[in-house]
């Protein structure tokens, strides 16, 4: 009974704003998107099911096209088809460098305010706000919703991106933003802060008190967003994020028995050592580039080499962790934590 009446008020707003809910939604031209049609309306379906109001996904999803370019770069990622020294210099320019600074002087009183509330150093919020949109510069052309259900529709990763695509009608329901202005990546990933929303409705923090949570176009929010994001997963403000390091021979032989298959989760892990104790990783014959011993400090760390071995090493800290848990990419977590020495 409650799901024939959504399904007749669903009708009654479509009406509304001048449109008719199709047996089957828009044609799409291609064999590979065969079954779009019922696919929306299974969508469609489940969204009310799920409590989202039927005028959001009237105005929503009937008639909504695919983001077939979607599909192509899904299969293209960067962070794991690069060397370390190509992504590295490409994102760590003297161009963002230089902006970044900038940044941080423009938002000094509201980033020391952010950093106070969650415990995270301005540099490392500024530096994933550069890395993720070029500090609120990059524009957002896609719509997020039509890239997310396009990335359900397809067979790739679909149970993953229908779940994203229902908590992105959530965030329109909730009043956080409009669909018109929901811009994003091409899967998905939200406003300058890049947040999927799931992480959204999760970690998005109202950093102005206005009562919305606006990753798109407000600062305090971005940056609240991005400092309880790295907050909640694990960051600590007394420690940096790790650093370049070099090996002895005695290191590179030690190193090949110390990789362990790492929990199911986050592939990156894949790359990287057990932890140790800087002190042990001293003995082993590690040491920092140029030499030099390393830092005498209480901590651990494992070490990481993206390439491979024979690659650079890099010293992982557990606020390296943190990084991956926004993006789960080595090259993007170290890149992070060279802007943040950068600009700082």
């Known amino acids: 009974m409650l799901s024939g009446f959504r399904l007749s008020f669903l009708a009654i707003c479509c009406l509304v704003v001048g449109m008719t809910v199709p047996v089957s939604a828009q044609s799409t031209d291609g064999p590979e998107y065969a079954g779009w049609d019922a696919f929306l309306e299974g969508v469609r379906a489940e969204a009310l099911e799920k409590g989202i109001s039927p005028i959001t996904v009237s105005v929503t999803l009937v008639g909504l096209e695919p983001l077939k370019r979607a599909v192509v770069l899904d299969r293209k990622q960067p962070e794991f088809k690069q060397t370390a020294t190509t992504y590295i210099d490409k994102r760590v320019s003297e161009t963002r460098i230089r902006v970044g600074r900038e940044m941080m002087a423009e938002h000094a009183d509201l980033l020391a305010e952010i950093a106070t509330r969650y415990n995270v150093q301005p540099r490392y919020i500024v530096s994933i706000w550069g890395m993720e949109t070029n500090y609120g510069r990059y524009p957002l052309k896609n719509d997020a919703i039509q890239a997310l259900a396009t990335l359900a529709f397809d067979k790739r990763r679909s149970s993953f991106f229908r779940k994203e695509l229902m908590a992105a009608l959530q965030i329109l329901d ?14 998905g990933a939200m406003g300058q802060s890049q947040f999927m929303p799931s992480s959204f409705l999760a970690y998005a923090m109202d950093g102005d008190g206005d009562g919305r949570r606006d990753i798109w176009t407000t600062e305090a929010d ?18 940096r ?12 032989v030690a190193l090949a028995n110390l990789y362990e298959t790492p929990p199911s989760g986050c592939r990156a892990m894949k790359r990287h050592t057990k932890r140790l104790s800087l002190q042990d990783w001293q003995e082993l014959g590690v040491r920092r580039l140029d030499g030099s011993d390393l830092p005498v400090a209480n901590l651990e760390a494992s070490l990481v080499q993206p390439d491979g071995p024979g690659g650079r090493v890099f010293l992982a800290y557990r606020n390296f962790k943190a990084i991956l848990g926004y993006n789960c990419a080595n090259l993007y977590a170290i890149s992070v934590g060279k802007l943040a020495e950068k600009i700082q």
């Open 222 to 239: 971005v940056f609240a967003s991005i400092a309880h994001y790295l907050a909640q997963h694990g960051w600590r403000n007394d420690h």
């Open 174 to 187: 909730e009043g956080h933003i409009d669909h018109a202005n929901m811009k994003g990546s091409w899967a």
């Open 241 to 252: 994020w790790g650093g370049e390091v070099s090996l002895t021979p005695e290191a590179e």
